[in-house]
């Protein structure tokens, strides 16, 4: 079920060419559904939702899901998150899985965007 997780963790990050940052007074914040690193926590995660304060994310240390935490900007690094359809067909089914409506919903609509549809 987290193998997905294991690619993702194996991707090279990338935190300068990611198109889905928006920038706030030279902040950057991070946009829902973007995956990070979280710094000093040997964990990955997906951002759920974002503020000028920091971004909500959804937990995942050691392919096991830990839960929603909260983080300041400083403390995440954007992962380069081109996920394959079998991958975002796996992530859809662990958002089901874990009752995630929100991820759920974000991640369906990169399904669409990958489809073309």
Same mark, same amino acid.
């Given at each position: 079920?987290?193998?997905?997780?294991?690619?993702?963790?194996?991707?090279?990050?990338?935190? #300068?060419?990611?198109?889905?940052?928006?920038?706030?007074?030279?902040?950057?914040?991070?946009?829902?559904?973007?995956?990070?690193?979280? #710094?000093?926590?040997?964990?990955?995660? +997906?951002?759920?939702?974002?503020?000028?304060?920091?971004?909500?994310? +959804?937990?995942?240390?050691?392919? #096991?899901?830990?839960?929603?935490?909260?983080?300041?900007?400083?403390?995440?690094?954007?992962?380069?998150?081109?996920?394959?359809?079998?991958?975002?067909?796996?992530?859809?089914?662990?958002?089901?899985?874990?009752?995630?409506?929100?991820?759920?919903?974000?991640?369906?609509?990169?399904? #669409?965007?990958?489809?073309?549809?």
């Amino acid at each position: 079920m987290f193998s997905f997780v294991l690619l993702i963790m194996s991707r090279e990050l990338d935190g #300068k060419t990611n198109s889905r940052k928006a920038g706030y007074g030279g902040i950057h914040l991070y946009k829902a559904g973007v995956w990070v690193e979280i #710094k000093n926590r040997n964990a990955v995660g +997906f951002v759920l939702e974002a503020s000028y304060h920091g971004a909500v994310v +959804f937990v995942i240390r050691n392919g #096991k899901p830990v839960g929603e935490h909260r983080y300041s900007y400083h403390q995440l690094v954007l992962m380069n998150d081109d996920l394959t359809a079998e991958e975002l067909f796996d992530l859809a089914r662990l958002t089901v899985d874990l009752n995630q409506k929100d991820w759920f919903m974000e991640v369906t609509e990169r399904m #669409k965007e990958k489809s073309g549809g």
